[in-house]
C-alpha cells in the first residue's frame, strides 16, 4: 500500500515500513492482536536497528500506535503525522465497527474487496485478522487513549484526514489535535478512507512540509 508513498519520499528520508503482527508477511502470527502489542513491536523494530528517535507516518489505526507510543515512549518519537484515524471509541463505537467485520458478508457483498485482502494477508489468513481485529476493536471500546494522554504528548503532531472520509470524524479529529499542546490539523480535499485513493503526490507534499517546519 505505501509503496507509490515511498518512492516518493524516498531521495529525501531514510525510510522504515513495519508490518504488525497477524497481517501480511506476519498473518500467520497466533495470538491475539492489540493496540499495545503493535506498539512494542514497534519498539523492538527500533531497537533492532539502533534507531534512537523517528519520525512516525501512521496511517488509520498506524497513526492510533503512533499517538500512544507518543504519549508513553516520548523519547523515541520526533514527531507524529497521522492520516485516517479513528479516535472517538466508545463501546457503542466499537460494536458499530464490530459489525461490519463479518468475511463472509464482505465476500458475498464486496468481492473485490475481499479479494484485494486475500492477496494482502493471504487466504484463509484475511478471515482470521478481520476476526481479531474485530476483538481489538471491542477492546479499543473500553479501554483508549484519553484526554490526559493526548495533553502529555510533547512532540508536534499533525492530525490529518480526507474530507470524504465517512469513517473518521472530522470534530473529534479536530478535538484531539487541540488537546495536543503541539498538536495542528489537516483536511485533505476529495479524499475518502482507502489509502488506495489518496492523491499521494499531495501527501507526500503534505509530509515533507511538516517534517520541514520542524
Same mark, same amino acid.
Given at each position: 500500500m505505501f509503496d507509490a508513498l515511498c518512492d516518493s519520499l524516498g531521495s529525501r528520508f531514510s525510510l522504515h515500513r513495519l508490518t504488525f503482527s497477524? &497481517?501480511?508477511?506476519?498473518? #500467520?502470527?497466533?495470538?491475539? =492482536?492489540? $493496540?499495545? =502489542?503493535? %506498539?512494542?513491536?514497534?519498539? /523492538?523494530? =527500533? #531497537? +533492532? /536497528?539502533? !534507531?534512537?528517535?523517528? &519520525?512516525v507516518f501512521g496511517y488509520s489505526m498506524g497513526g492510533y500506535v503512533a499517538l500512544l507510543l507518543a504519549a508513553h515512549h516520548s523519547s523515541r $518519537?520526533?514527531?507524529?503525522? @497521522?492520516l485516517a484515524t479513528?479516535?472517538?471509541?466508545s463501546p457503542e463505537r466499537a460494536d458499530k465497527e464490530r459489525a461490519m467485520l463479518n468475511p463472509e458478508k $464482505?465476500? !458475498?457483498k464486496l468481492p473485490a474487496f475481499a479479494d484485494s485482502l486475500k492477496k494482502l494477508h493471504g487466504d484463509p489468513q484475511w478471515k482470521i485478522l478481520m476476526n481479531k481485529t474485530s476483538d481489538l476493536m471491542c477492546e479499543l471500546g473500553n479501554k483508549? =487513549?484519553? %484526554? %490526559? #494522554?493526548? %495533553?502529555? $504528548? @510533547?512532540?508536534?503532531? /499533525?492530525i490529518g484526514l480526507?474530507? /470524504? #472520509?465517512?469513517?473518521?470524524s472530522i470534530d473529534f479529529s479536530l478535538t484531539v489535535s487541540r488537546q495536543i499542546p503541539q498538536g495542528s490539523f489537516l483536511v485533505l480535499p476529495e479524499t475518502a &478512507?482507502?489509502?488506495?485513493?489518496?492523491?499521494i503526490n499531495r501527501l507526500q507534499? +503534505?509530509?515533507q512540509s511538516f517534517l520541514n517546519q520542524k
Open positions: 497477524g &497481517h501480511g508477511e506476519k498473518s #500467520d502470527y497466533q495470538g491475539s =492482536l492489540n $493496540i499495545e =502489542l503493535f %506498539a512494542s513491536e514497534v519498539i /523492538r523494530y =527500533l #531497537d +533492532e /536497528r539502533n !534507531l534512537k528517535k523517528v &519520525h $518519537i520526533k514527531n507524529v503525522f @497521522t479513528v479516535f472517538d471509541w $464482505i465476500e !458475498l483508549h =487513549l484519553s %484526554a %490526559a #494522554d493526548f %495533553a502529555s $504528548i @510533547t512532540c508536534p503532531v /499533525r480526507g474530507d /470524504r #472520509d465517512k469513517m473518521v &478512507h482507502p489509502f488506495e485513493q489518496v492523491d507534499y +503534505e509530509i
